[in-house]
């Protein structure tokens, strides 16, 4: 993971958190929730709070998601809100960590002043034993604390300031107005610094969690559709009469379920050719094929000339593996027709056809699903689904490590949203 490290391709983008006081406040945080202070004097931190660092240190790379549930936070500044999240057991942790941001921002920026916020992400479950668990997740609430105890300051010194205003004897306890001094010299004035979250409970929607070797679970008016292997404990099994189960490895009906929900954008012209997304992922399919045949190949000195050239001796391997031609064919039939009969096609062949629609609220989590069932894309799968990428880059050779760094830093890395734009049609605010 070195390479991945130096490239900032794992644990990038994070804030580093070095000031003795900013220390002090995740210390506290960290001993709230029952742990042991770090003794680094240098970490760094994603939005969620989570630090690579200080889990190599505790030994324990969940310390801040026990049990992969009710994850935890601590929220040192709000310019945590434009971090990544590097750790987390589902994909729409981001999301939910955003929502509370936006919402509560004004809470969030006061009590950053001077303390550090931390909480936990709680849900209806506590443990994960089978798939209804997951299913029970509607909603999650956020409980929040602060290190120095900030909210509590606040909540004490709001109920002093309403017994001053309600007790007629109230200005006479020269105790209580000492203690509002003192208080307000620590929280300043609450009349105009919104020291309480506003907003708190936020509604669960489609996710994948990395429990059971992986779930999907999918969101639609009357049904729920569960997308994961046919051996996770419960399938088919947890309210049949509300969830519909297709295994992963079901290409024709994982197909039909995303087309007739209208998930997926289907081969036009319009889209396919300035993407340029066929042509990507077959040479995502060669270059492939060339490490699998010898893993010592430099790729990073394979320029067209040779890949040709590599194509017309391995003839015999590009047939028979079969995604170059086909994607070829695809191309070709697209640029000619305009479209494409995916009722033609194999269904294990569809999803190199297709993408996420991109106005569609799922489209993160339908691409990220994409990406597992098209896996020589590495390219895809780091925008994606990274725990994904990084499983499969532990079984890489060691040219073929330099190459995929050196393929992502010169061209995911450079302009991510115009990369995501063009490859697959999204649009970031």
Not at 22 to 36: P, Q, T, V
Not at 134 to 153: H, P, Q, T, W, Y
Not at 157 to 175: Q, S
């Amino acid at each position: 993971m070195k390479r991945l490290l130096e490239a900032e391709l794992i644990y990038g983008r994070l804030l580093d958190i070095a000031e003795p006081h900013l220390i002090a406040r995740y210390n506290k945080a960290l001993e709230g929730f029952g742990l042991n202070p770090t003794a680094l004097e240098r970490f760094s931190i994603d939005m969620t709070g989570f630090s690579p660092e200080i889990a190599d240190e505790l030994g324990d790379r969940d310390y801040l998601d026990p049990n992969r549930v009710n994850r935890r936070f601590i929220i040192m500044t709000p310019d945590q809100a434009e971090l990544p999240v590097v750790h987390t057991s589902f994909s729409n942790t981001a999301a939910l960590m955003h929502e509370f941001f936006n919402a509560n921002s004004r809470a969030i920026n006061a009590v950053t002043i001077k303390d550090a916020l931390y909480g936990e992400i709680e849900d209806s479950v506590s443990i994960v034993d089978d798939i209804d668990d997951l299913l029970s997740i509607n909603e999650v609430r956020f409980r929040v604390l602060s290190a120095e105890d900030m909210l509590g300051k606040a909540a004490e010194l709001r109920g002093l300031v309403d017994r001053l205003k309600k007790v007629p004897t109230a200005w006479t306890d020269d105790d209580m107005l000492n203690r509002m001094v003192e208080l307000a010299k620590m929280t300043g004035d609450i009349r105009q610094n919104a020291l309480v979250p506003d907003q708190l409970v936020f509604r669960h929607d489609a996710f994948w969690a990395n429990h059971f070797g992986g779930v999907y679970i999918f969101l639609d008016e009357k049904t729920t559709t569960v997308i994961c292997d046919p051996s996770v404990p419960g399938f088919r099994r947890s309210r049949p009469w509300q969830v519909s189960y297709i295994a992963i490895d079901d290409h024709a009906r994982i197909y039909d379920f995303l087309a007739s929900t209208k998930r997926l954008q289907l081969p036009q012209a319009s889209w396919v050719e300035d993407s340029g997304l066929y042509q990507h992922r077959a040479d995502m399919v060669v270059r492939g094929l060339i490490n699998d045949a010898d893993p010592t190949t430099d790729l990073a000195r394979a320029d067209r000339i040779w890949l040709q050239t590599w194509m017309h001796r391995n003839a015999a391997l590009v047939a028979q593996d079969g995604a170059y031609p086909f994607l070829q064919e695809m191309l070709r039939t697209v640029q000619t027709t305009g479209s494409i009969r995916m009722q033609d096609v194999a269904p294990a062949n569809r999803f190199m056809l297709v993408r996420a629609a991109p106005a569609h609220p799922d489209q993160w989590l339908v691409n990220r699903l994409i990406a597992q069932l098209v896996p020589r894309d590495f390219v895809s799968r780091f925008v994606f689904d990274k725990q994904g990428f990084y499983d499969a880059y532990e079984r890489y050779s060691e040219k073929f490590r330099e190459y995929v760094v050196a393929t992502l830093t010169g061209t995911y890395l450079k302009d991510k949203a115009a990369f995501r734009h063009k490859l697959y049609g999204l649009r970031e605010e």
